[in-house]
């Protein structure tokens, strides 16, 4: 049996680990200026109200790290289909984030952690 001797805290973390696209804050407010109604806005706090309607345009998951001014759009690894591989997991949602917020978009795998102390 192993002992911890010293300080343990009780700090919580956050992390992710997606294939999708990064997107700046600066872009994201365009695509949802060019694909939301200004009446579908909703009354969260800023960072917020982008992630939701970023998930609203995708139907994907929505990561907004600490810094609030970027956003990472895509699938967990976790959700690829049980007869599905790699290279198909990777084409759909490709072809889901090209077709919902352009031909430009870059796709690959994103992870992040931080701790909320």
């Not at 956050?14 to 997107?23: E, Q």
């Not at 796709?107 to 909320?116: I, L, N, P, R, V």
């Amino acid at each position: 049996m192993k002992t911890r001797i010293g300080f343990v805290s009780n700090s919580s973390s956050s992390s992710f680990l997606i294939y999708g696209a990064y997107l700046s804050e600066s872009k994201a407010e365009e695509i949802i200026a060019k694909l939301l109604p200004d009446d579908e806005e909703k009354e969260f706090s800023y960072s917020d109200r982008t992630s939701d309607s970023l998930k609203k345009i995708t139907g994907m998951d929505v990561h907004n790290p600490v810094d609030g001014y970027s956003y990472y759009i895509g699938e967990s690894w976790d959700c690829i289909g049980d007869y599905e591989t790699g290279a198909q997991f990777k084409a759909r949602i490709e072809e889901k984030l090209k077709e919902t917020l352009g031909p430009d978009i870059k796709c690959g795998t994103h992870s992040e952690a931080w701790y909320d102390g």
